[in-house]
């Protein structure tokens, strides 16, 4: 999988998805305005996030990658599944249930790959070695990096 980049547009706050290649400018679909990208040495050639190509700062976490609103439909669902199971007065079944639901998220856990965020920004970075100094996410980081302003791009 080629390394990809996910991010809000500046001006009109539209998704956008950008692969690598030799160029540092992307144009959004939707305003058609150009925007310069921080892509440093390490990002295009090593493959290694080190500091955020769209707003150029310096603070991530990593996560799994995985959509969360699926994941929490696969936990209501199993949860249901067993509430109807104990009420049939069934709680062989219900307790299935419940362990099926922890196995296919356990399997989910396993085998979905990590995506690095930027805390400032929230672009998301697919397809990049994971950086040995990022760590999981942490609330205090959040409240610490969160909707910073953007540094001047050179």
Known sequence: MD???HFKCRFCNIDIMMTLGHTS???CRNCLKDMELAVNESLRSGNLVTQ???CGHDAFYVQKDFNR???LGIVVLGAAASLYFF???EPLYAMSALAATALVDFVVHRVAGDVTVCYSCHALYRGFKRNPEHENFDLKKLEKYGGR???QIP
């Open 3 to 5: 390394p990809i980049i």
């Open 25 to 27: 400018r992307v144009q």
């Open 52 to 54: 955020c190509a769209v």
């Open 69 to 71: 609103n699926v994941g």
């Open 87 to 89: 009420y049939q007065s």
């Open 149 to 151: 302003t953007p540094r």
